[in-house]
Structure formats: C-alpha cells, structure tokens
C-alpha cells in the first residue's frame, strides 16, 4: 500500500473521542471520512455531566467497593442498578472489573488514565480558539460535597491516589463550600475541592462545534450504518455499510460502547460494558452554579449548563438495547432538591447514555494486533468527554509513526 493510500482515514463514530480522533488526524495531513448513524455527539457524548477533569486518576472499581454494593442494589433510588435477567451475561466482566480493583493494581491504573486525561483541558481550550464558541469550556473547580464529615475524608483511599499525583485539591468546611457555591443546602458539611478543572456548558454541542471546525478543515460527516470491517488484500480495510462498502488505508474505531460489536466478526473479544447512566435536566432552575458539583453521598454531579441545571450519573447494568428506565434520572429530582434547596424542579427532562466501560477504567487506545492500521480509541467510561482529545493525539501519532512520549501498554485492546 503506498503512504498515499495509508493517508485515507475512515474513523467510525462520530462521538467526542471520534470528533477529536478526526481533528487529530486532519492536522496530521490525512483525509478524514467520519461514519456515524446518527450524527456528531448524538449518543453518549450528547448527554453527559460535562465535567473536563484533567487530574481523574481514580478507577471505578477501588478495593472495599463490593462492601457497598449490597446496600445501593437494595435501594431503589441508589446509584446502582442491575437488572437481574443480565446479571449472568456481565459475570465474566464483573470478575474482571473486581480483580482490577486490587490494592497493588491502582499506582498503574492511575497513571494511566492520568496521562490520557491530564492535557485535555488545555486541548479543548486549544480547539476552541477561533471558533467563537471559546466559552463552551470554562475553567472551574470540582466540588465534591457531603452531608458527612467522612463522606469527604480527603484521607481515604481515593484522595491518597490523586494526593500522590499531586492533583491540585483541598478539605474545605461546608460553609467555605458554600462561599464558592452559596446554592448548596446547609446540610452540606464538608467538602473536597479539585482546582484547575474544566467544564462543558453543553456536551452536545461542543461535539458539534468541533465536528463543524474539522468540516471546515476537509474532514467529511456521511450519515450511515457501519456494519462490517474486512481487511483489504495487499493493506488497507473495507468498510461496509448501509450505504455500500468505502475504503480507506487507516480506519480508526471509535464507536463507543458499540465497537466491541464491530471486532467481534474480526475474531477480536473485548471487555466492554455498557455502564448506562441517565441526565435530568431542571429547564428552569431558579438558581445559578459556577463550578461542577460532585454529590458524594448520592453519586451524582451537577452543573449548569445553557440548557438549565443538568444532574448526571447512576450506573446500571442492562445491556446496550434494554429500553430506559426514565425512574433512575427522575430520582435526581429528589437528589438534587435535597443539595440545592431553592432548585426549581417543575420542568424536566430526561436521557440515557451508554459509557463503554472496560473492567479497570483505562480506555482501550492502540493498533489491533494482528489488523495493521486498525486502530481504535474507545472505553472510555465515565471519563469519554474528559479524555477525548489525549486519545485523539495517540491515535494521530499512531497512524503517522511519530513518536509518543506515553508507554501505549496500559491501553491495549488485547490486556484481558
Ligand atoms: C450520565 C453520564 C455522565 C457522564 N459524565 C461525564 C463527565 O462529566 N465527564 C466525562 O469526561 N465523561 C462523562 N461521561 C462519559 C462520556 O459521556 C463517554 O465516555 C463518552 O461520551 C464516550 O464517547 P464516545 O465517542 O466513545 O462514544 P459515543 O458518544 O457513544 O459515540 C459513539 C458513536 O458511534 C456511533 N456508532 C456506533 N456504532 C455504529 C455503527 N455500527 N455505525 C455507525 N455509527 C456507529 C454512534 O452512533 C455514536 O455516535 C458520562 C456518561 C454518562 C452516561
């Protein structure tokens, strides 16, 4: 295959990791074709907590996790949700998600998601610049409250890790936490806060915007249903779709929670699950927040956004296709009442997304082994809007065969 031919490009999902993989490779000179079935930042990456949080270095699965479980499956208005018919099918990646929660595993898996995290404020400001839309990320902190002093030890586990990766945050008293958030409940006791963060005011549309800036470099959009990737004789891959086959040099899969799907055929297995988790948005709050609030007690963030106030989270467990259960967002009515007591709650409106969540929080960036410039970037979990643009920069340095100053082990496909 010649370089020219290398240098033709389909990326697969027009989520944010996609949007950013495309952005990546059109500066690295290659022509771009991005296939999605419904549009840039249509799924998951439409409806997230939008919180850009450069030092997240904290996995889902922590040692002593399993002792909550019990108590939050139990209550209907908890932050986790399995529904029972799936249990059987997600045993093996629940294996595998609790084994990556073992003390002696959590300095690398920190340092591993640090390092795909850390530059991406910087970057979305970097994108954003001439776009007229800069204010779509503002800087911020992150407030992680509780109505406990112990739900916000800056001593446990959790802050011991970022403490050792010198992540800017401090303990703060509740009523220092409301000096910065003077919305929050009395209730509120105690509080950690993260500096230097960043936030979206609408996830949407930031996926938009950048897909608008990589049109306007060349990068192209087609609306189509991918349904199979052939390696070519001689390099190179078909692509095919609902539209007939395309075919390019390099194609980079970014499908999110539906790319394990795709390498299935390839003979190519991946941990993956589809960890959904549900929006409400308050459309006429009444109140006014400047910073991303994490409810530690209730697990759930909340922010405000050009919508209104937006309070994001729960983890359930289901499956990609099992229709919503809109129950699961409209419990953060009561939530987030009970953190900011003047929240008007009468008009609402609520969504589900599907974070592809591998076991141990570490996306899968990298070249397919045994597939030549197959390259994907997807697995993000709860981290896919924060991590985007780093992993859209592996994957362009990938393709060109320049050098990265970041140990790609951590992220291989292959590591389960
Ligand atoms: C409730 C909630 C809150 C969250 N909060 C945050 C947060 O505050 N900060 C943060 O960093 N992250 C957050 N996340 C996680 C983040 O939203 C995801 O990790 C991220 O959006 C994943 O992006 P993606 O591009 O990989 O996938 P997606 O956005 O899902 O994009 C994948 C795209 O691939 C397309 N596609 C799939 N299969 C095919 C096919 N066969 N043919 C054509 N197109 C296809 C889909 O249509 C889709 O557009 C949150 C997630 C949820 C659910």
């Known amino acids: 295959m010649s370089e020219d ?29 991005v296939l999605d079935r419904v549009g840039p930042a249509e799924a998951t990456s439409h409806g997230n907590a939008g919180v850009v949080s450069p030092w997240s270095c904290v996995p889902q699965s922590m040692p002593g996790l399993w002792k909550s479980v019990p108590k939050w499956l139990l209550d209907p208005e908890g932050p986790l949700n399995v529904r029972w018919g799936y249990l059987p099918t997600m045993v093996p990646w629940l294996g595998k998600f609790l084994s990556a929660g073992a003390l002696e595993r959590l300095p690398a898996i920190a ?105 306007a470099m060349g990068v192209t959009f087609p ?33 999110g929670v539906w790319s394990a799907r795709l390498l299935e055929p390839l003979g190519v ?26 409810d530690a007690d209730n697990k759930f963030v909340t922010s405000l956004m050009e919508m209104g106030v937006r309070s994001a989270g729960t983890a359930e467990f289901a499956g990609i296709d099992a229709a919503p259960n809109y129950k699961r967002a409209k419990v953060f009515a ?46 993000h979990g709860h981290l896919g809007l924060t991590g985007a643009p780093m992993t859209g920069r592996m994957i362009a340095a990938l393709a060109s065969g320049e050098p990265l100053n970041v140990d790609m082990t951590p992220y291989r496909i292959d590591r389960f």
Not at 5 to 32: N, P, T, W, Y
Not at 177 to 184: D, Y
Not at 341 to 363: A, F, H, K, Q
Request: charged share 25%.
């Open 111 to 215: 340092d591993a998601m640090l390092a795909v995290n850390r530059p991406n404020l910087d970057l979305y400001h970097q994108y954003l610049a001439g776009t007229g839309e800069e204010n779509l990320v503002t800087d911020c902190n992150y407030l992680h409250v509780s109505r406990t002093a112990q739900g916000a030890d800056p001593n446990s586990l959790a802050w011991r890790l970022r403490r050792e990766r010198d992540v800017p945050f401090e303990a703060i008293s509740g009523d220092e936490a409301r000096e910065m958030e003077p919305e929050l409940s009395p209730d509120i006791k105690a509080a950690v806060v993260i500096r230097q963060q960043g936030r979206t005011v609408n996830p949407g549309r930031l996926g938009k915007v950048l897909a608008a800036k990589a049109e």
């Open 223 to 255: 609306l189509t249903e991918v349904k199979a990737i052939a390696p070519r004789e001689g390099g190179g891959y078909r692509v095919d779709t609902n539209d007939g086959p395309r075919e390019a040099g390099t194609v980079v899969l970014a499908a």
């Open 269 to 294: 297995k991946v941990s993956l699950e589809a960890e959904r988790g549900y929006h409400l948005i308050f459309k006429d709050p009444g109140v006014s927040l400047t910073h991303s609030i994490m």
């Open 334 to 379: 009561k939530h987030t009442k009970s953190l900011l007591p003047n929240l008007n709650i009468d008009e609402t409106v609520e969504w589900m997304g599907r974070r592809p969540s591998p076991p141990d929080s570490v996306p899968y960036i990298g070249e397919v082994p045994g597939y030549p410039r197959l390259f994907h970037g997807f697995g």
């Open 5 to 33: 031919q290398s240098k033709d490009a389909i990326v697969i999902g027009a989520g944010i990791v996609g949007i950013c993989a495309a952005l990546a490779l059109r500066e690295k000179g290659f022509d771009v074709t």
